[in-house]
């Protein structure tokens, strides 16, 4: 299976700043992350700390903020993890959720998904 990436921007608080990334797709993952030092410039501030589990077993604690993110022609809030600066971004499954968008894994491209009403 092919790497599947996207261009998306992250956003600061008020939403006037904005920072262009190209993000790997991962539905494994939950959150979305970003370097820690795209984050702090955008003044995103941690709101907690958690403990992670990687593909290789490693577990570590690490910071948690949120910030704005558009892509996919949508914007929103949501979770981002304070990430290494020699780790590519990610676009986690909340975000993909948030922009109501799935993974197509044999065509290996995104397409849009109804909304439910519950």
């Given amino acids: 299976m092919g790497t599947l990436s996207v261009d998306i921007q992250i956003g600061d608080a008020s939403r006037e700043r904005w920072v262009m990334l190209e993000a790997l797709i991962d539905t494994g993952a939950s959150i979305t992350s970003a370097p820690a030092s795209v ?6 501030q941690p709101l907690s700390r958690q403990s992670f589990k990687f ?26 993890l304070f990430n290494d600066e020699d780790t590519p971004p ?29």
Avoid at 39 to 44: G, K, P, S
Avoid at 94 to 113: G, I, N, R, S
């Fill in 39 to 44: 984050l702090r410039e955008l003044d995103v």
């Fill in 55 to 80: 593909a290789r077993g490693e577990v570590r604690v690490m910071d948690i903020g949120q910030a704005w993110v558009r892509f996919e022609g949508q914007e929103f809030a949501t979770h981002v």
């Fill in 90 to 118: 990610l676009l986690g499954a909340q975000a993909l959720e948030a922009a109501f968008v799935a993974v197509d894994q044999v065509a290996q491209k995104l397409f849009p998904v109804d909304g439910l009403m519950l």
